[in-house]
């Protein structure tokens, strides 16, 4: 094996401006695929925490219902039936390990007005102080403050609320809420924050403290749902699982993952996957095309030195082996160099982000930023999948070397 090591080696040096083509070929897609991975990783994790922290937690409970839609239309519409021992529950839930919080959530469908427009829009009652990393990372003010735990009568608007109602820090917004009782209740409320996110339905959305939410649509105390946050989110639907089978018959509530729970909007992750796997099938079949393609000019390029060989007694699986060999060699070192190219931009990229030019790319990162990250598998997955095509790629170049007539091939020139 070392003899065809050092054979390989010696012809890669031979031909160098080939082997260094060739070279770049295999660089740039395994550089590309790492960077593909890494970009994917970096958006769908945000996504997922985006959906996580103001959605879905990773788990969703509800009172129990029958599904009455599509997923589209059970992720946006609001939670009709109310838990009405939201407190119990919560208690229950925190005896268990692997729960990390349990925070209350109350949706509202009311109607805003700052006192001569009036429009329809979705206002969220929350425990400011459960919802720290939701209004310091996945809504962040861009003017004024998020909610806190002391605030009464405040209110936390996305910029589509602030430039509909021409509103800025410190003025007043009316709220009608309709309550139980099919009563409407009016509420004012003074905009402490405006917030900017990832995503265009987020921003329309209107947030004001739990306690205030309660007294507006006069619930006494019950709640829409309730986001319980896990100490490992792949754990979510085990537990979801176990939590339905102890509990949500006897408390009359539906208990779901995040997965299932984020219908539509888990959709948009796992097309974004499907991109990205489709991208990487694309390099996948540009890197074999090209070191086919350079491995068949290799051999009709060094036809006198095959016939050389076999002239000389070398066999036809010899010679089928060393050019697999080289190709295996130059795909070994082209493809590590790719790699470490790749990892290089990644930890970088991974500290400053790569920021959303247009407000499209916005939308499609979750935030201003993505911030990419490489997993153990992406690293091997790529060295393996590339080394492993490149000597692929060489069989037929290599077969057909092997399939040259010694006196046709040494009487070429």
Request: proline share 3%; hydrophobic share 45%.
């Amino acid at each position: 094996m070392m003899e065809y090591l050092k054979i390989a080696f010696r012809n890669l040096s031979r031909y160098k401006k080939r082997s260094i083509l060739t070279g770049l070929g295999m660089l740039l897609g395994s550089f590309l695929l790492i960077f593909s991975f890494a970009y994917g990783n970096g958006i769908e994790e945000q996504l997922i925490s985006n959906m996580v922290q103001s959605t879905t937690g990773h788990l969703r409970i509800t009172a129990h219902k029958e599904s009455s839609g599509s997923d589209f239309e059970e992720a946006f519409q609001v939670e009709k039936n109310l838990i009405d021992n939201a407190e119990q529950i919560r208690e229950e839930l925190t005896k268990h390990s692997g729960i990390r919080d349990v925070k209350k959530q109350i949706n509202i469908t009311g109607i805003l007005s700052n006192g001569y427009k009036m429009k329809p829009g979705m206002i969220i009652g929350v425990e400011p102080e459960k919802e720290v990393e939701l209004f310091h990372r996945i809504l962040p003010a861009t003017q004024g403050e998020p909610l806190s735990k002391e605030d009464r009568g405040a209110i936390y608007i996305g910029p589509v609320v602030a430039a509909t109602y021409e509103v800025g820090i410190g003025d007043l917004l009316t709220v009608m809420a309709e309550t139980q009782d099919g009563v409407t209740n009016v509420g004012d409320f003074v905009v402490k924050g405006i917030f900017r996110s990832g995503s265009p339905q987020t921003e329309m959305n209107s947030y004001i403290p739990l306690f205030d939410a309660d007294a507006l649509a006069q619930l006494g105390g019950k709640v829409n749902l309730l986001k319980v946050m896990l100490e490992d989110a792949q754990s979510a639907e085990a537990v979801a699982t176990m939590l339905h089978q102890e509990m949500g018959t006897e408390l009359g509530i539906e208990i779901k993952d995040w997965k299932s729970a984020g219908g539509f909007f888990f959709g948009t992750i796992i097309a974004t996957q499907v991109f990205n796997i489709v991208f990487c099938a694309i390099l996948f079949i540009i890197v074999t095309i090209t070191v086919m393609n350079t491995m068949l000019i290799a051999v009709y390029a060094r036809t006198r030195e095959i016939g050389t060989l076999m002239a000389i007694g070398t066999k036809r699986r010899q010679i089928i082996f060393l050019f697999i060999t080289e190709a295996f060699l130059l795909g070994f070192l082209a493809t590590g160099l790719g790699i470490i190219l790749g990892s290089g931009l990644v930890f970088w990229l991974q500290k400053v982000g790569i920021p959303a030019f247009l407000e499209s790319m916005r939308y499609a990162y979750g935030g201003d930023r993505v911030y990419p990250f490489l997993k153990g598998s992406d690293l091997l997955a790529t060295y393996l999948s590339v080394v492993l095509l490149t000597v692929i790629s060489s069989i037929y170049p290599a077969y057909t070397g092997s399939k040259l007539k010694p006196v046709e091939a040494l009487a070429q020139v």
